[in-house]
């Protein structure tokens, strides 16, 4: 198959990685994949390296940006179609929320055709050169729509939450309804994804299926030695027997890292023998170090900078417990990441998050219950054969269902079957 997918920036995040694993996985599967993404502004670093020699093309289109600006959108929109006219591809595959839209309105628009001209259908000798130039000329020609492209988007995570203005949440479902028309089957990251769009009244059920987001699962279940977890721990000011709380995420609105510094607070005082680590950058950076400053906790909250993707099994297995604190996440994989390193995770009860933990592979909080944060930070913080237990179930509970290809099966047969559909 020609499979075309796309993204809006290809920085450093869960969506982006998704993408880039299916991409190569299709293509090593014998498919003809193209990757059609804006390019990576912002703090939040890029990936643009793991494209190279991954087996797929990358074409980055400059005016498909994530922030709103009609003039900017209307060029992507157009520049999308053109190249999907180019390509003519079998499947339109969209990611997030400004290249699931462009996309998807360009992959449904985008006709397929074939040519075959058609001979008169008149015996030699019936009729004179002349007669038979014209025949030719005005002669109908084979030139039938083969059909239009399946056109497929993965819900990473929705644009409408509680967080926001109603009048912003009500503009995005209605953009989000008028896409879905123009989509022939969605791929949720989680459940409660299909869950959440089916009460906004997006899409139908039967367009649902859940493909859990992959992870290149041998470099997380791989231990790694000791001494380069203890030399991890020593770069970024922390003690080699400390126990270390991590949090993997950018440093943005709605990831919950207040909520974090703020039960530090408390539990610093404690436990003299625990840090935390964040792992990220974003626009809040400065902000959240002034507030660490400020409470005197700079020596026990350390942020580490943007990491690449290759350095997160390290973080993670340098540290004891992982804490995710975002309000809005389709499936963080940064809690089955942890899991796989066998580390138990905390999690606020969000979207996707209870899918994977649970009384036995974690703790799962209210939203912004800051005291509950604290009970079960200090819970795994005072018991080391609970977080080893934990991060043993955990561990047995993801290995399956975050495979790469089990992902990738999922996927390609949702392809199969509009395909096998349209003939």
């Known amino acids: 198959m020609k499979v075309v997918h796309v993204i809006t920036r290809l920085i450093i995040g869960g969506a982006q990685e998704n993408t880039l694993i299916t991409c190569r996985l299709l293509a090593e599967r014998g498919h003809e994949v193209t990757l059609i993404t804006g390019p990576a502004l912002g703090p939040e670093g890029e990936l643009f390296e793991q494209t190279k020699d991954a087996g797929f093309e990358t074409i980055i289109v400059d005016r498909l940006r994530r922030a709103i600006n009609p003039f900017n959108d209307v060029r992507a929109y157009l520049a999308i179609k053109k190249i999907l006219r180019q390509l003519q591809p079998d499947?339109?595959?969209?990611?997030?929320?400004?290249?699931?839209?462009?996309?998807?309105?360009?992959?449904?628009?985008?006709?397929?055709?074939?040519?075959?001209?058609?001979?008169?259908?008149?015996?030699?000798?019936?009729?004179?050169?002349?007669?038979?130039?014209?025949?030719?000329?005005?002669?109908?020609?084979?030139?039938?729509?083969?059909?239009?492209?399946?056109?497929?988007?993965?819900?990473?995570?929705?644009?409408?939450?509680?967080?926001?203005?109603?009048?912003?949440?009500?503009?995005?479902?209605a953009v989000e309804k008028a896409a879905a028309k123009r989509t022939d089957f969605f791929i949720s990251v989680a459940d409660a994804m299909t869950c959440q769009a089916l009460a906004a009244g997006i899409g139908r059920l039967e367009q649902f299926v859940t493909a859990y987001s992959a992870i290149e699962e041998e470099a997380f279940l791989e231990p790694i030695p000791e001494e380069q977890r203890v030399e991890f721990r020593v770069r970024h000011g922390i003690?080699?027997?400390?126990?270390?709380?991590?949090?993997?995420?950018?440093?943005?609105?709605?990831?919950?890292?207040?909520?974090?510094?703020?039960?530090?607070?408390?539990?610093?005082?404690?436990?003299?023998?625990?840090?935390?680590l964040?792992?990220?950058?974003?626009?809040?950076?400065?902000?959240?170090?002034?507030?660490?400053?400020?409470?005197?906790?700079?020596?026990k909250v350390k942020f580490t900078g943007l990491l690449q993707p290759s350095d997160i099994p390290l973080a993670i297995q340098s540290s004891d417990i992982l804490v995710h604190c975002s309000l809005r996440e389709g499936l963080a994989r940064t809690l089955p990441q942890a899991m796989l390193c066998g580390r138990p995770a905390i999690s606020f009860d969000v979207d996707g998050a209870g899918e994977v933990v649970n009384e036995n592979t974690g703790r799962l909080i209210e939203p912004k219950n800051v005291e509950q944060l604290?009970?079960?930070?200090?819970?795994?913080?005072?018991?080391?054969?609970?977080?080893?237990?934990?991060?043993?179930?955990?561990?047995?509970?993801?290995?399956?269902?975050?495979?790469?290809?089990?992902?990738?099966?999922?996927?390609?047969?949702?392809y199969n079957k509009f395909l096998g559909a349209q003939g």
């Open 374 to 414: 604290i009970e079960a930070c200090a819970e795994l913080i005072e018991d080391a054969e609970l977080r080893a237990n934990l991060g043993q179930q955990g561990r047995k509970f993801v290995k399956e269902k975050f495979a790469p290809e089990a992902m990738v099966h999922v996927i390609e047969g949702v």
């Open 91 to 173: 499947v339109v595959h969209t990611h997030s929320a400004k290249g699931g839209i462009l996309g998807r309105l360009a992959g449904y628009g985008c006709v397929l055709r074939h040519r075959e001209e058609r001979s008169p259908p008149v015996a030699d000798g019936d009729l004179t050169r002349h007669d038979s130039r014209l025949l030719r000329r005005f002669a109908p020609r084979n030139d039938r729509v083969r059909r239009r492209p399946a056109v497929v988007h993965t819900i990473h995570g929705l644009a409408f939450h509680p967080y926001q203005s109603n009048l912003l949440n009500n503009f995005y479902v």
């Open 239 to 276: 003690s080699a027997d400390a126990v270390v709380i991590v949090t993997v995420a950018r440093l943005f609105e709605l990831k919950g890292h207040d909520y974090i510094i703020e039960s530090a607070k408390v539990l610093a005082k404690r436990f003299d023998n625990c840090a935390w």
């Open 278 to 299: 964040f792992v990220g950058d974003g626009n809040l950076a400065d902000n959240y170090k002034q507030q660490v400053r400020e409470l005197g906790l700079a020596d």
